[in-house]
C-alpha cells in the first residue's frame, strides 16, 4: 500500500489557502502520482491498494470515477470513507480493451453542502506478469521438397507470439529445434529466428539444413520446434510439429540387368520386336525418376526403334524399315538408358560446424558429363534371308507412239531381276493392272505388244497419256511378285471430224436480221482441230448465211426474207487439215413478240384444253375397266377335257396324292340301275387338279353290302387287279367317252351331256366291282419310313396270251421291245 507524502500535502494546502485569501474559497483539483497493480493477483478481495490523504475538516466524503469503477474494466475499484482505494477482484494486462493504466478521479465532496471540495486525478498502472507461453499459429506444419533440395535453401517458416509485454522478458522467446525423426547422417537441420517489424509480439522461425537429402534413407522428417519465452519468475514455452517430406528425385540412374529376344529379323519385315532388354532403378517405382528412357546409337538409316514397356520399364527394340539381307546380314546397335527426370546426385565430403558442409553435387558443380554415367549396352541384329520379289528394272517405263497403230505392234520389253543372294528363282510376267485391255504380255521375255487399235481419245486415256502395270512372279515359297509400270503416251491423229455443240437453235422473227451462236468441236489437238471452216449447204441464198465462216464459235444470220417455222439446215464444218463433216442443224423461227423463246411458246400452245382433259380422263378409266374384264374372265376356272387310257398301251397321267376336288352329283339326272346294284341319292366325282380325273363311288351301295371306297392315305397299298376286268373297265369307260362327245357337241344339250357322263362313269365304277378281284389292302410301312427288309409280296396277274398280231397297233419301239421280250413267239 502507498500513502502520500505529508509534506507534498502540507505545499498543496498552503498553496490553496493563498489563494483562497486572494479569491475567497474555491474548488481544489490537481494530480497525484499513479498507484501499480499487479495482474492477476489472485487476492484475497478486497485489498488495500492505497490511501488518499486530505487535512480538511470540510472533507467528510470521498468518491472515485472513472475506469475500474464504472467503465471498463467495470466494479474492479473503490474507495472507502477512510480513502483507501479498494482492489475487488482480478486485472488482465492482455485485456481485451488494451487498457494498461486505469485512469480515474478522485472527487472530496463537503459534508453540508454536498459540493465537490477537491477533485484529484489518479492513475493505477497495470503491471505485467508472465501469465501467457508463446504460441505458434499452428500446431502442425507440413511442407514437401524435392530430395534435390540444396542446402542453406528455406525449407518451412514457422511463426509464434506472445501476448505478455513484449518489453519485459516476460514477452521475449526464443525457437529452438527440439528433436528431429529420423535421426540423419547426411543432413542437419536448424533454425533462424527473427521478429515481425509490424508485429513486436510476433517472431519468425525458418527452418534450414546442411548437407543432402536422401529419399531412399528417409521419406519424411517430423522436428519439433519449441518456443520458450524469459519470464523471471517462470519461464512459459510451446511445441509445435514440421513434417517435411521428401519427394523423390532422379539420385538413382538405371542399370541393365539382361536382355531377352531372338535378336533375329527376317529381311523386309517390319513392326517385329526383336530384342527386350531389362533394367533396374532404385528410385520410387512408377515415378518420373524411375521411368526409363532408351536411346539407338549406330542407326544411321533409322531402321529401328526402342519404346519403354510402362508396366515394366522394359524397353522393347522394334524394326521400323525393312532390311536386305543382300544389303547386310547383321546391325551392330549400342543402346543407353537414363530417366525420364535430369539425373542429380548429392554427396557430402565433410561436415563443418556452424556453416555450410561440404558436399558434391551433379551436374551443379561437376566438370563431368551427365551422358557419360548413363549406362550402355551393345547388341547385334541379323538379318534372315527369305525369298525376295522380282525386281523390276526399270521399275516405270514411258512409251510415245501414234495412236490408230495396228494390234500386235511391239510397245517394249520389260526387264526384271531376282535380288535373291542365296538362291536364284524363276519368274513369269504377268499383266496387272489393264482396265480397258489395250495390251498383252509375253510371260517369258515381258515383252509388251497392243491387243487392239489405240485411240488418244478414249475415256480410259487421260491427258492423252494410258497407264498399265505388270507382275513379275517368281516361283519361290511363297511365290512373290514385283511391280512395274507401263504409261503409253499417245500422239494424235487427225480421225475425228467436227461436230456441232449443239444442233437445235432458235431465231425471232424480224424485219431485220437476226443472228443465232453456233459452236463445233473436235475431240482432236491442233492443228487437226479448230478453227474451223463453216459453208452452208442448199437454198440458202438471201436466207441464212455464217458470220464468219472461219473460227470455232461463228454467227448464223436469217435474213428477213425467213418465215416463221421449222427449218432444216445443212452446214459442212472443216477442220484445219481440211477433214469435214456434215452436220444437220434444226433452226426455229418465232415471233418473240409472242413469246420471248421459241420452245416456250411450243410449249404453251401444246397446252391442251379442258375438253382434251376430259377426254384423256375417260380414256384411261376404259382402260382400266377393260383390263378389270380380262382380269375377271382370266380368273375363272378353265374347262379341261377329261383324258382315258386308251387301246395301244398308253396311260393317262395321274397324281393321287394330290388333294381333289368332290362334286355332288344328284341323283334326279336318271340313272340306268340293275339288279345287282343300289343307288343311293347321290354321288361324288373326285377330280384330281393335275389334269387327271380319279371317279371314286363313295355312296354307291350293293344289295346287302357297301361298295368298297377307294382311300389314298399315307399308306403304301398293294392291290391284285385282273387285266381281263382292267380292259373291261377301259372299254366302257371309252364308250362314255364317245357318247359324252356326242352330247358335248350340241350346245343346247350342254348340261345334259355333263350329267350323263358322269353317271356312265359312276356305272363303269360300279360294273368295277364285280369284274375285279378285289384283296383286303395290306400296310406294308408308313410312308417315309425306312424299312429293313423291302420286299413286297407276289402279285398274282393272271398271265394272258400275246398275239403277234397285236404288234401291228404298236409303235415301232414298242415291236422291237416285243421281239427281244418274247423271242419264242416271233
Request: proline share 4%; with cysteine; aromatic share 8%.
Amino acid at each position: 500500500m502507498k500513502t502520500l507524502p505529508v509534506s507534498l500535502l502540507l505545499v498543496l494546502f498552503t498553496w490553496t489557502v493563498c489563494a483562497w485569501a486572494d479569491r475567497g474559497r474555491q474548488k481544489r483539483a490537481w494530480i497525484i502520482e499513479s498507484f501499480t497493480i499487479e495482474e492477476e493477483n489472485p487476492g484475497p478481495f478486497p485489498y488495500k491498494l492505497g490511501k488518499i490523504e486530505l487535512e480538511s475538516s470540510y472533507l467528510v466524503r470521498y468518491q472515485l470515477k472513472g475506469q475500474g469503477v464504472e467503465l471498463e474494466p467495470t466494479d474492479i475499484l473503490s474507495i472507502d470513507k477512510e480513502g483507501y482505494v479498494l482492489v475487488h477482484g482480478k486485472v488482465d494486462f492482455e485485456n481485451k480493451q488494451g487498457i494498461k493504466v486505469l485512469r480515474l478521479t478522485f472527487e472530496a465532496k463537503d459534508k453540508s453542502t454536498n459540493e465537490v471540495d477537491t477533485r484529484l486525478g489518479v492513475h493505477i498502472q497495470i503491471l505485467d506478469v508472465n501469465d501467457h507461453a508463446p504460441k505458434f499459429h499452428e500446431s502442425v506444419y507440413e511442407v514437401t521438397v524435392d530430395e534435390s533440395h540444396s542446402q542453406g535453401k528455406t525449407v518451412m517458416t514457422v511463426l509464434a507470439s506472445d501476448e505478455d509485454d513484449s518489453r519485459t522478458n516476460n514477452g521475449t522467446f526464443d525457437l529452438t529445434i527440439k528433436s528431429v525423426t529420423p535421426t540423419p547422417d547426411n543432413v542437419k537441420f536448424y533454425i533462424q529466428q527473427q521478429k515481425d517489424a509490424n508485429q513486436q509480439q510476433q517472431q519468425f522461425g525458418a527452418i534450414y539444413f546442411n548437407g543432402c537429402l536422401n529419399y531412399e534413407k528417409a521419406q519424411k522428417y517430423t522436428i519439433l520446434v519449441e518456443a520458450k519465452d524469459k519470464g523471471e519468475k517462470i519461464q512459459l514455452s510451446s511445441t509445435s510439429t514440421v513434417i517435411i517430406n521428401i519427394l523423390d528425385k532422379n539420385n538413382n540412374l538405371p542399370e541393365f540387368s539382361g536382355k531377352t529376344g531372338s535378336g533375329k529379323v527376317k529381311e523386309r519385315e517390319t513392326g517385329v520386336e526383336v530384342l527386350r532388354l531389362q533394367v533396374t532403378d532404385k528410385d520410387t517405382r512408377g515415378s518420373e525418376a524411375w521411368k526409363a528412357k532408351y536411346t539407338i546409337h549406330g542407326d544411321k538409316k533409322e531402321q529401328f526403334k526402342i519404346e519403354t514397356d510402362p508396366d515394366t520399364n522394359d524397353g522393347i527394340l522394334t524394326v521400323v524399315k525393312q532390311m536386305d539381307y543382300e544389303e547386310q546380314t547383321y546391325q551392330n546397335l549400342s543402346i543407353s538408358v537414363q530417366n525420364e527426370l535430369p539425373y542429380f546426385s548429392c554427396k557430402v565430403k565433410k561436415q563443418v560446424e556452424n556453416a555450410k558442409w561440404e558436399v558434391d553435387v551433379i551436374p551443379q558443380n561437376s566438370g563431368m558429363s551427365v551422358e557419360n554415367l548413363y549406362n550402355t549396352i551393345p547388341v547385334t541384329i541379323y538379318v534372315e534371308d527369305v525369298n525376295d520379289p522380282p525386281v523390276f528394272i526399270p521399275p516405270v517405263k514411258h512409251v510415245h507412239i501414234m495412236e490408230n497403230i495396228a494390234a500386235g505392234t511391239s510397245l517394249t520389253t520389260f526387264t526384271a531381276k531376282d535380288m535373291d543372294g542365296s538362291h536364284i528363282n524363276t519368274f513369269k510376267f504377268v499383266k496387272g493392272e489393264d482396265i480397258d485391255g489395250w495390251i498383252t504380255v509375253d510371260a517369258k521375255t515381258g515383252r509388251v505388244s497392243t491387243n487392239k487399235i489405240l485411240d488418244r481419245e478414249s475415256l480410259f486415256g487421260i491427258n492423252s497419256t494410258y497407264r498399265a502395270t505388270l507382275y513379275a512372279v517368281d516361283d519361290g515359297v511363297p511365290p512373290l511378285t514385283g511391280t512395274g509400270t507401263l504409261f503409253i503416251h499417245l500422239n494424235d491423229q487427225n480421225d475425228n471430224v467436227p461436230m456441232l455443240e449443239v444442233n437445235t437453235v432458235n431465231m425471232c422473227l424480224d424485219t431485220d436480221p437476226t443472228e443465232a451462236i453456233i459452236t463445233a468441236v473436235d475431240l482432236d489437238l491442233p492443228p487437226y482441230s479448230s478453227p474451223f471452216n463453216y459453208e452452208l449447204l442448199g437454198d440458202v441464198k438471201d436466207k441464212w448465211r455464217v458470220e464468219p465462216t472461219h473460227g470455232t464459235t461463228v454467227s448464223l444470220v436469217k435474213e428477213h426474207s425467213v418465215y416463221s417455222g421449222h427449218h432444216l439446215l445443212q452446214i459442212k464444218i472443216s477442220d484445219q487439215q481440211g477433214l469435214s463433216s456434215i452436220q444437220n442443224l434444226s433452226v426455229t423461227v418465232c415471233d418473240c413478240s409472242i413469246a420471248h423463246n421459241c420452245h416456250v411458246r411450243m410449249t404453251r400452245m401444246a397446252q391442251m384444253g379442258p375438253a382434251a382433259a376430259w377426254i384423256v380422263v375417260l380414256t384411261v378409266l376404259i382402260f382400266i375397266a377393260m383390263c378389270l374384264m380380262v382380269l375377271l374372265i382370266s380368273c375363272k376356272a378353265p374347262k379341261k377335257k377329261i383324258e382315258m387310257d386308251d387301246d395301244i398301251g398308253r396311260l393317262i397321267k395321274t397324281n393321287t396324292e394330290n388333294p381333289g376336288t368332290d362334286c355332288v352329283v344328284p341323283s334326279s339326272i336318271g340313272i340306268q340301275k340293275t339288279d345287282s346294284f343300289n343307288v343311293n341319292t347321290s354321288f361324288k366325282l373326285s377330280t384330281n387338279v393335275n389334269s387327271s380325273h380319279e371317279l371314286t363311288s363313295r355312296t354307291v351301295m350293293h344289295k346287302t353290302r357297301e361298295a368298297p371306297q377307294l382311300v389314298f392315305p399315307n399308306q403304301m397299298f398293294i392291290r391284285s387287279i385282273d387285266r381281263s376286268s382292267t380292259r373291261s373297265y377301259r372299254d366302257n369307260f371309252k364308250r362314255s367317252s364317245i357318247r359324252s362327245s356326242a352330247f358335248y357337241g350340241n350346245a343346247a344339250y350342254v348340261s345334259n351331256s355333263l350329267a350323263v357322263i358322269i353317271n356312265m362313269k359312276l356305272l363303269a365304277l360300279q360294273t368295277r366291282d364285280e369284274e375285279f378281284v378285289v384283296y383286303e389292302p395290306h400296310c406294308y410301312m408308313d410312308e417315309g419310313q425306312a424299312m429293313e427288309n423291302a420286299e413286297l409280296d407276289a402279285l398274282s396277274i393272271p398271265e394272258n396270251d400275246f398275239h403277234p398280231e397285236m404288234l401291228s397297233n404298236l409303235d415301232n419301239r414298242f415291236c422291237h421291245l416285243a421281239i427281244i421280250s418274247r423271242p419264242d413267239l416271233m
